[in-house]
């Protein structure tokens, strides 16, 4: 230990020296923007544990989120909140704005999933809802796109269920009345209601300053094994939606591709959204998104013109004045789908060596009404990863 001002003086240099170099090596493995470059090989970007001049302490659980979608992001946001001296490291090959979330329009209407129950899809909701009706509430509302907007849900014929369980987490909920359906003549029964909508071209680079802000990387590279996170990486968290076809071996998800119109329709202020979910109309901050397609399989990201006349003709249906709209865009995603949103562990083994893998995608079209929530719980899922390899194991009794 510095027993005098000189040798501190000069224990401090050392540690500054050691910082700038440290930035100076960040800077050179970074593009423009802070994002690692993609050749860096992980062993100089991540640091060695048994280097002297370790960015960690030796406790550090050095955590890899895999995809930078609005799950992968914001499950990389809620990790560095919620797991004690970690480092996060979000690693994808496509960044916003080349995301399929970055085509999603973000309205926070819940998509059902038939293999998880009720009350927990409702928790979700609900957390999700809070997390962004406090930002829509702050300053920082329009950097993050999150507002409220309000409209209504009709339908052809009366649901089954006329108040749906995500009915008490939106605002004012209510059966519209006879005045309000007469502008939809061809519909029966409708809900009204003011929900939020979260912009992904805003809200991803958001999430990413938040990511960067609390110490973590953001790695551009593209991973055909989880294996090759090993043994740099001590806990993995798949978000890779799609990609889990051939990440984690899943036939089980598969695209269904969405085309949508983006349009500036400066006049239309509430969304309108059919309730099977193929026709919506809802305006944004800078444009009005008009949707959709639901084509099971489709791996096309190429936009199909008929697929935009039939859109159009469905939305100016609803909405007459869009025979007016202009600057017309089209827009294609692939929404990840799956029989059941999967939100789980799985111990990798191979030659001896283990890999904790937890496992969080295949939201499909209703990825953005949840990713807080199921976040959240892939956080948790992550701690307790955390805390067994920190747990010694027991020794064994001869």
């Known amino acids: 230990?510095?027993?005098?001002?000189?040798?501190?003086?000069?224990?401090?240099?050392?540690?500054?020296?050691?910082?700038?170099?440290?930035?100076?090596?960040?800077?050179?493995?970074?593009?423009?923007d802070g994002r690692l470059r993609s050749l860096a090989p992980f062993s100089r970007a991540m640091g060695d544990r048994d280097s002297r001049t370790?960015?960690?302490?030796?406790?550090?659980?050095?955590?890899?989120?895999?995809?930078a979608g609005v799950v992968g992001l914001s499950?990389?946001?809620?990790?560095?909140k919620l797991v004690p001296r970690c480092s996060v490291t979000v690693i994808s090959d496509k960044f916003t704005p080349d995301t399929t979330s970055d085509v999603a329009a973000g309205m926070l209407?819940?998509?059902?999933?038939?293999?998880?129950?009720?009350?927990?899809?409702?928790?979700?909701?609900?957390?999700?809802?809070?997390?962004?009706?406090?930002?829509?509430?702050?300053?920082?509302?329009?950097?993050?796109?999150?507002?409220?907007?309000?409209?209504?849900?009709?339908?052809?014929?009366?649901p089954t269920e006329e108040v749906p369980f995500w009915a008490d987490v939106v605002l004012g909920f209510r059966k519209m009345t006879e005045a309000e359906l007469k502008k939809f003549p061809q519909h029966v029964f409708g809900q009204a209601f003011t929900t939020l909508k979260c912009e992904c071209p805003a809200y991803l680079p958001w999430l990413e300053k938040?990511?960067?802000?609390?110490?973590?990387?953001?790695?551009?590279?593209?991973?055909?094994?989880?294996?090759?996170?090993?043994?740099?990486?001590?806990?993995?968290?798949?978000?890779?939606?799609?990609?889990?076809?051939?990440?984690?071996?899943?036939s089980k998800i598969f695209p269904v591709r969405g085309q949508v119109l983006q349009v500036q329709a400066p006049w239309v202020e509430h969304f309108i959204r059919d309730g099977s979910g193929l026709t919506y109309i809802y305006p944004g901050t800078s444009h009005v998104t008009l949707g959709g397609t639901r084509q099971k399989g489709d791996w096309n990201l190429s936009p199909d013109a008929e697929n935009s006349r039939e859109i159009l003709s469905r939305c100016c249906a609803l909405e007459p004045s869009l025979h007016r709209a202009y600057n017309i865009r089209e827009k294609v995603g692939l929404r990840p789908y799956r029989p059941g949103?999967?939100?789980?562990?799985?111990?990798?083994?191979?030659?001896?060596?283990?890999?904790?893998?937890v496992h969080h995608y295949g939201h499909g079209s209703g990825g953005i009404s949840v990713h807080w929530g199921t976040a959240?719980?892939?956080?948790?899922?992550?701690?307790?990863?955390?805390?067994?390899?920190r747990t010694p194991a027991p020794k064994s009794k001869l």
Not at 75 to 80: F, H, K, Y
Not at 127 to 155: K, M, P, R
């Open 54 to 67: 370790s960015q960690w302490p030796m406790d550090t659980a050095r955590i890899a989120v895999v995809g």
């Open 376 to 389: 959240l719980e892939a956080a948790r899922l992550v701690s307790e990863c955390v805390h067994a390899l």
């Open 210 to 250: 938040r990511i960067k802000g609390s110490g973590g990387w953001i790695l551009t590279r593209r991973i055909e094994d989880l294996w090759e996170l090993h043994p740099s990486f001590d806990v993995v968290v798949n978000c890779s939606g799609l990609g889990s076809r051939q990440l984690a071996g899943d």
């Open 109 to 158: 209407i819940p998509h059902t999933y038939p293999d998880t129950p009720i009350h927990k899809q409702k928790q979700w909701f609900r957390e999700t809802f809070n997390h962004l009706f406090a930002i829509a509430n702050s300053a920082e509302a329009g950097d993050a796109g999150v507002h409220l907007v309000s409209g209504w849900q009709i339908f052809q014929s009366t």
């Open 75 to 80: 499950t990389a946001v809620c990790i560095s």
């Open 341 to 357: 949103l999967r939100l789980q562990t799985e111990l990798l083994a191979r030659d001896g060596r283990r890999l904790p893998v």
């Open 1 to 32: 230990m510095p027993t005098n001002k000189l040798e501190k003086a000069q224990a401090g240099g050392q540690r500054e020296g050691l910082q700038t170099r440290k930035e100076r090596a960040w800077q050179r493995q970074c593009h423009g």
